[in-house]
Nanobody
Framework: QVQLVESGGGLVQPGGSLRLSCAAS????????MAWYRQAPGKERELVAF???????NYADSVKGRFTASRDNAKNTMFLQMNSLNSEDTAAYYC????????????????WGRGTAVTVSS
């Protein structure tokens, strides 16, 4: 089974920056689309950014111009560069990858990471 691990979260001051990473590990797989979600306390989980296999991106209106998603296909890794952070960005951030895997059988499904916490506070 493919596993996703997020990293890079932490405490940052308003106006600061963080860079999140999400790495997929396993064998015999190819990543299609990737996405970042976030969930603040008491709020619904929301889509933050999406990036296609070719690197084309789309962002939630709340983060456009501040966040940048990217991917390193050779390392099966997705990144989220977050700039000009404010208190509204405080949340647990989750990565999701749509993955084609093969071996004993072929399947395509979404995989989720466990999340990494981002806290924006002075």
């Amino acid at each position: 089974q493919v596993q996703l691990v997020e990293s890079g979260g932490g405490l940052v001051q308003p106006g600061g920056s963080l860079r999140l990473s999400c790495a997929a590990s396993g064998t015999s797989f190819r990543i299609n689309g990737m996405a970042w979600y976030r969930q603040a306390p008491g709020k619904e989980r929301e889509l933050v950014a999406f990036i296609t296999s070719s690197g084309m991106t789309n962002y939630a209106d709340s983060v456009k111009g501040r966040f940048t998603a990217s991917r390193d296909n050779a390392k099966n890794t997705m990144f989220l560069q977050m700039n000009s952070l404010n208190s509204e960005d405080t949340a647990a951030y989750y990565c999701k990858m749509n993955i084609l895997s093969w071996g004993s059988s072929v399947s395509t499904r979404d995989y989720w990471g466990r999340g990494t916490a981002v806290t924006v506070s002075s």
